[in-house]
Protein backbone atom coordinates (compact mmCIF):
# COMPACT_ATOMS: atom_id res chain seq x y z
CA UNK A 1 0.00 0.00 0.00
CA UNK A 2 1.47 3.57 -0.89
CA UNK A 3 0.42 6.76 1.21
CA UNK A 4 -2.45 8.75 0.18
CA UNK A 5 -1.78 12.12 -1.83
CA UNK A 6 -3.67 15.27 -0.81
CA UNK A 7 -1.84 17.67 -2.69
CA UNK A 8 1.73 18.28 -4.52
CA UNK A 9 3.89 17.33 -1.39
CA UNK A 10 1.60 16.27 1.58
CA UNK A 11 0.74 12.66 1.96
CA UNK A 12 -1.63 11.17 4.38
CA UNK A 13 -1.57 7.83 6.14
CA UNK A 14 -2.82 5.94 9.39
CA UNK A 15 -0.66 5.34 12.04
CA UNK A 16 3.12 4.13 10.69
CA UNK A 17 5.76 2.22 11.79
CA UNK A 18 9.90 2.28 11.36
CA UNK A 19 9.22 0.36 7.81
CA UNK A 20 7.04 2.91 6.74
CA UNK A 21 9.40 6.22 7.94
CA UNK A 22 11.91 4.64 5.47
CA UNK A 23 9.47 4.19 2.70
CA UNK A 24 8.61 7.88 3.26
CA UNK A 25 12.37 9.14 3.12
CA UNK A 26 12.85 6.80 -0.08
CA UNK A 27 9.56 8.89 -1.45
CA UNK A 28 11.16 11.97 -0.61
CA UNK A 29 9.36 13.43 2.45
CA UNK A 30 11.34 15.71 4.82
CA UNK A 31 8.93 15.88 7.44
CA UNK A 32 6.45 13.55 9.71
CA UNK A 33 3.86 15.22 11.37
CA UNK A 34 1.89 13.22 14.05
CA UNK A 35 -1.51 13.73 14.97
CA UNK A 36 -1.97 10.76 17.75
CA UNK A 37 -2.14 11.68 21.07
CA UNK A 38 0.05 9.63 23.17
CA UNK A 39 -2.14 6.31 24.71
CA UNK A 40 -4.84 6.41 22.34
CA UNK A 41 -4.93 3.28 21.64
CA UNK A 42 -3.34 0.18 23.23
CA UNK A 43 -0.06 -0.65 21.77
CA UNK A 44 0.53 2.33 19.61
CA UNK A 45 4.17 3.39 19.19
CA UNK A 46 4.64 6.84 21.55
CA UNK A 47 5.42 10.02 19.81
CA UNK A 48 9.38 9.81 21.04
CA UNK A 49 8.95 6.43 19.40
CA UNK A 50 8.19 7.80 15.93
CA UNK A 51 10.31 10.29 16.24
CA UNK A 52 13.47 8.20 16.69
CA UNK A 53 12.50 6.42 14.00
CA UNK A 54 12.25 9.08 12.13
CA UNK A 55 15.57 11.29 13.06
CA UNK A 56 17.13 7.87 12.40
CA UNK A 57 16.27 8.26 8.85
CA UNK A 58 17.25 11.49 8.90
CA UNK A 59 13.63 13.50 8.81
CA UNK A 60 12.08 16.10 10.51
CA UNK A 61 9.67 15.63 13.21
CA UNK A 62 6.93 16.77 14.65
CA UNK A 63 3.56 16.13 16.71
CA UNK A 64 0.22 18.09 16.37
CA UNK A 65 -2.01 15.54 18.63
CA UNK A 66 -5.38 16.09 17.43
CA UNK A 67 -8.24 14.61 19.99
CA UNK A 68 -11.43 14.28 18.24
CA UNK A 69 -12.49 16.69 15.42
CA UNK A 70 -9.58 18.93 14.81
CA UNK A 71 -10.12 23.00 15.60
CA UNK A 72 -9.02 25.91 13.93
CA UNK A 73 -5.38 25.83 16.25
CA UNK A 74 -4.72 22.30 15.23
CA UNK A 75 -5.15 22.80 11.64
CA UNK A 76 -2.80 26.32 12.34
CA UNK A 77 -0.12 24.01 13.63
CA UNK A 78 0.11 21.57 11.01
CA UNK A 79 -0.65 24.79 8.02
CA UNK A 80 2.86 26.49 9.98
CA UNK A 81 4.78 23.39 9.54
CA UNK A 82 3.86 22.32 5.93
CA UNK A 83 4.49 25.76 4.82
CA UNK A 84 8.23 24.88 6.18
CA UNK A 85 8.74 21.72 3.86
CA UNK A 86 8.43 20.57 0.58
CA UNK A 87 7.33 17.29 0.99
CA UNK A 88 5.29 15.96 4.07
CA UNK A 89 3.54 13.07 5.60
CA UNK A 90 1.00 13.44 8.36
CA UNK A 91 -0.44 10.62 9.85
CA UNK A 92 -3.29 9.50 12.54
CA UNK A 93 -4.74 6.35 13.39
CA UNK A 94 -6.57 5.77 10.39
CA UNK A 95 -5.69 9.27 8.21
CA UNK A 96 -8.99 10.74 9.26
CA UNK A 97 -8.30 13.55 11.11
CA UNK A 98 -4.85 14.17 9.39
CA UNK A 99 -6.51 14.67 6.77
CA UNK A 100 -9.18 17.06 8.62
CA UNK A 101 -6.89 19.05 9.63
CA UNK A 102 -5.18 19.48 6.47
CA UNK A 103 -8.23 20.62 4.78
CA UNK A 104 -9.16 23.03 7.08
CA UNK A 105 -5.77 24.71 7.18
CA UNK A 106 -6.42 25.04 3.40
CA UNK A 107 -9.76 26.48 3.36
CA UNK A 108 -8.36 28.85 6.27
CA UNK A 109 -5.80 29.94 4.31
CA UNK A 110 -7.43 30.60 1.04
CA UNK A 111 -5.93 28.11 -0.73
CA UNK A 112 -8.42 25.67 -1.43
CA UNK A 113 -12.42 26.67 -1.57
CA UNK A 114 -14.01 24.16 0.74
CA UNK A 115 -15.19 22.12 -2.19
CA UNK A 116 -11.41 21.94 -3.36
CA UNK A 117 -10.67 20.62 -0.15
CA UNK A 118 -13.16 18.16 0.06
CA UNK A 119 -12.51 16.75 -3.33
CA UNK A 120 -9.16 16.52 -2.43
CA UNK A 121 -9.76 14.55 0.52
CA UNK A 122 -12.16 12.44 -1.33
CA UNK A 123 -9.38 11.80 -4.11
CA UNK A 124 -7.34 10.20 -1.09
CA UNK A 125 -10.35 8.14 0.13
CA UNK A 126 -11.76 10.24 3.16
CA UNK A 127 -15.17 11.68 3.42
CA UNK A 128 -15.13 14.87 5.04
CA UNK A 129 -18.75 16.02 3.71
CA UNK A 130 -19.54 16.53 7.43
CA UNK A 131 -17.08 18.56 8.45
CA UNK A 132 -17.45 22.28 8.60
CA UNK A 133 -14.81 24.03 6.36
Not at 5 to 22: C, K, S, T
Request: proline share 8%; hydrophobic share 45%.
Amino acid sequence: MSFRPLAPGVRVWGQIHADDVVRAKDLGVTLIVNNRPDGEEPGQPASAQVEAWARAAGLDYASVPVRGRPTPEDAAALADLLAKTDSALIFCRSGMRSTAAWAMAQTASGAMSPDEARAAAAAAGYDLSGLPL
